[in-house]
């Protein structure tokens, strides 16, 4: 499974909106930290599932791609209720990292934080 990245929230609309218009397509997309000038994770939890989403995605299918999205700067995210990913009204992201499944338009399925650094899980998640 390719991994793409989409670095704004216009970037990630725009795609989430491009597969639900082409109807039957779908994607994964994962919502974790990064800090824009060190380019490092602020988010212990990120940094933690990191290896077993990017292990995890080497090995799966490759006819569905995911698209990693970082929310921002920790100042941006953290105690933002007006964020645009936990304000989108399929996204409605509340925690990091998150790995969302979406298939024609609907959410068929997320899993969130610890989740995301658990190898069995992942796996079994995006082997949909």
């Given at each position: 499974m390719p991994i793409k990245r989409l670095s704004t929230p216009a970037e990630v609309f725009a795609q989430i909106d491009s597969t639900i218009a082409a109807q039957g397509n779908a994607l994964f997309v994962c919502f974790g930290s990064e800090d824009p000038v060190s380019g490092e994770s602020w988010c212990p939890d990120c940094v933690t599932a990191d290896p077993v989403l990017r292990s995890a995605c080497a090995s799966l299918r490759s006819d569905v791609v995911l698209y990693e999205c970082p929310v921002g700067e920790r100042s941006?995210?953290?105690?933002?209720?007006?964020?645009?990913?936990?304000?989108?009204?399929?996204?409605?992201?509340?925690?990091?990292?998150?790995?969302?499944?979406?298939?024609n338009g609907v959410e068929?399925?997320?899993?969130?934080?610890?989740?995301?650094?658990?190898?069995?899980?992942?796996?079994?998640?995006?082997?949909?």
């Open positions: 941006a995210w953290k105690n933002q209720p007006t964020h645009p990913y936990r304000i989108h009204p399929l996204l409605r992201i509340s925690r990091i990292p998150t790995l969302v499944f979406i298939e068929r399925g997320r899993i969130v934080e610890g989740d995301c650094a658990q190898p069995t899980v992942v796996a079994a998640f995006l082997s949909r």
